[in-house]
Antibody
Framework: EVQLVESGGGLVQPGSSLRLSCAAS????????MHWVRQAPGKGLEWVSG????????GYADSVKGRFTISRDNAKNSLYLQMNSLRTEDTALYYC????????????????WGKGTTVTVSS | DIQMTQSPSSLSASVGDRVTITCRAS??????LNWYQQKPGKAPKFLIY???NLQSGVPSRFSGSGSGTDFTLTISSLQPEDFATYYC?????????FGPGTKVEIK
């Protein structure tokens, strides 16, 4: 079964850092681009960041550029999101999502999503 | 960034109704348009890719059409399990962007 499990969320103060992880299983992780998508309470979906299958390219939403860094460890079947200088507006449920098709340049569509991990930024 | 709009923002419909949701892009995105369904407390579910291609396992009552800037998602006969929020999503440019969502509620 294809599965994505996020972890690392929590309650932090503004200006703090947090590192999210996503553990992948059930598919050949290093063949697929991966994404982080967030959803603030009661709001819609916002793409945060994505990374290609070979880490050759990464992209960020303007709202997190310069503060967040996406990375992956294909040997560990894991995706990460390092979040620095957190703001109250970063409060959201953060989803990890798998892209398709495999070994493709750029980003396409997200066919599998995790259940998310909650990040709350508050003083 | 490409801006995505959806209309309506919400609608009320009955089981068996035909429902159409519109998505518009702020510039030409060819057919780089996908649709997702999200139910309360759940992760989004992938429905349609490249404007009109049904993801495996998605019921055939769902269909998508359009290209360029205007797209539609149609549910031919609304079922109880279809009450949810639907999002369009463009991947023509980075950053990929989502529409604000259309909430389909029970009349």
């Amino acid at each position: 079964e294809v599965q994505l499990v996020e972890s690392g969320g929590g309650l932090v103060q503004p200006g703090s850092s947090l590192r999210l992880s996503c553990a992948a299983s059930g598919f050949t992780f290093d063949d697929f681009a991966m994404h982080w998508v967030r959803q603030a309470p009661g709001k819609g979906l916002e793409w945060v960041s994505g990374i290609t299958w070979n880490s050759g390219s990464a992209g960020y939403a303007d709202s997190v550029k310069g503060r967040f860094t996406i990375s992956r460890d294909n040997a560990k079947n894991s995706l990460y999101l390092q979040m620095n200088s957190l703001r109250t507006e970063d409060t959201a449920l953060y989803y990890c999502a798998k892209d398709i098709p495999p070994r493709s340049a750029g980003f396409h569509y997200m066919d599998v999503w995790g259940k998310g991990t909650t990040v709350t930024v508050s003083s | 960034d490409i801006q995505m709009t959806q209309s309506p923002s919400s609608l009320s419909a009955s089981v068996g109704d035909r429902v159409t949701i519109t998505c518009r892009a702020s510039q030409n995105i060819r057919s780089y348009l996908n649709w997702y369904q999200q139910k309360p407390g759940k992760a989004p579910k992938f429905l349609i890719y490249a404007a009109s291609n049904l993801q495996s396992g998605v019921p055939s009552r769902f269909s998508g059409s359009g290209s360029g800037t205007d797209f539609t998602l149609t549910i031919s006969s609304l079922q109880p399990e279809d009450f949810a929020t639907y999002y369009c999503h463009q991947t023509h440019n980075v950053p990929p962007t989502f529409g604000p969502g259309t909430k389909v509620e029970i009349k």
